[in-house]
C-alpha cells in the first residue's frame, strides 16, 4: 500500500524559480492538506482541500498555490520561490468526517532556498 | 488557532511517566495526537472526540476536557522508543465549515534515557 506519496524528497531552488511538490494518495480520501514545518514552529497549516475542485487557506498560504482537479492528486506550487519558504513541507489526507478522522502523512518534501 | 503544548520538552528515564498538556482558545471538536522521530512523518497516536476518551496505543492514553479545551497525553512507564516529538492538532467549531482542518501546536520534544 502507497498511502501518501511525495516527490520530489529533497530540492534545492534559487530565489525566484518556480516549482510544484507533487503529492498524492491512493486511498480515496476526501481531505488532503498540505503543511510546512520549521524548528520551534510545529506544523502549519498551508492550504487544504475537502474535495476535488474546492481548495481552501489555512494559516501561512501566501507564497503558495494549489488545486486539486483529481481525488487522488494535491499539488503545491511556489511560484517564485524565497528563502523564507526553505522548510519540510508535509502533505497528508484523510477521509471527511468531523473529528474521528486521522490524517496519514506523507514522507516529506526537504526544500532548501538560496 | 494553533494550540499551546506544554511543556516543550521533557527527559526521563526508562519506566518513568510523563503529561504533554494542550490547550486551544477555541471550542473543539476533536484533538489529536501524533508523535514524529527526527527525520520522519508524523505518525498518528489517537483521536479524542467530544464526549469521549480514546486510548490508541499500550501504556499511553489521553484525556480531553470540553470546558477547559484542553487535553492531555499520559505517557506511563516510558519506553526508549518513545522518544520523539509529540504533536497535537485540533480542529475546532467554529461557525461555517472546519471540516477535517487541524491545527498543530509546536510539539513537545520527549527524551527517554535508560
Known amino acids: 500500500n502507497a498511502g501518501v506519496t511525495q516527490t520530489p524528497k529533497f530540492q534545492v531552488l534559487k530565489t525566484g524559480q518556480s516549482m510544484t511538490l507533487q503529492c498524492a494518495q491512493d486511498?480515496?480520501?476526501?481531505?488532503m492538506s498540505w503543511y510546512r514545518q520549521d524548528p520551534g514552529m510545529g506544523l502549519r497549516l498551508i492550504h487544504y482541500?475537502?474535495?476535488?475542485?474546492?481548495?481552501d487557506q489555512g494559516e501561512v498560504p501566501n507564497g503558495y498555490n494549489v488545486s486539486r482537479s483529481t481525488t487522488e492528486d494535491f499539488p503545491l506550487r511556489l511560484l517564485s520561490a524565497a528563502p523564507s519558504q526553505t522548510s519540510v513541507y508535509f502533505c497528508?489526507?484523510?477521509?471527511?468526517?468531523?473529528?474521528?478522522?486521522?490524517?496519514?502523512f506523507g514522507d516529506g518534501t526537504r526544500l532548501s532556498i538560496l | 488557532q494553533q494550540p499551546v503544548q506544554s511543556p516543550q520538552a521533557v527527559i526521563l528515564r526508562e519506566g518513568e511517566d510523563a503529561v504533554i498538556n494542550c490547550s486551544s482558545s477555541?471550542?473543539?471538536?476533536?484533538v489529536h495526537w501524533y508523535r514524529q522521530k527526527h527525520g520522519e512523518a508524523p505518525v498518528f497516536l489517537m483521536i479524542?472526540?467530544?464526549?469521549?476518551e480514546q486510548k490508541g496505543h499500550e501504556k499511553i492514553s489521553a484525556s480531553f476536557n470540553e470546558k477547559k479545551q484542553q487535553s492531555s497525553l499520559y505517557l506511563t512507564a516510558s519506553q526508549l522508543s518513545y522518544s520523539g516529538t509529540y504533536f497535537c492538532?485540533?480542529?475546532?467549531?467554529?461557525?461555517?465549515?472546519?471540516?477535517?482542518?487541524?491545527?498543530f501546536g509546536r510539539g513537545t520534544q520527549l527524551t527517554v534515557w535508560p
Open positions: 497528508a489526507s484523510g477521509r471527511l468526517a468531523q473529528g474521528n478522522q486521522p490524517q496519514h
Open positions: 486511498m480515496n480520501h476526501e481531505y
Open positions: 482541500s475537502v474535495g476535488a475542485g474546492i481548495t
Open positions: 477555541k471550542a473543539l471538536y476533536s
Open positions: 479524542l472526540l467530544k464526549g469521549g
Open positions: 492538532g485540533t480542529e475546532t467549531s467554529s461557525r461555517g465549515s472546519t471540516l477535517g482542518r487541524l491545527y
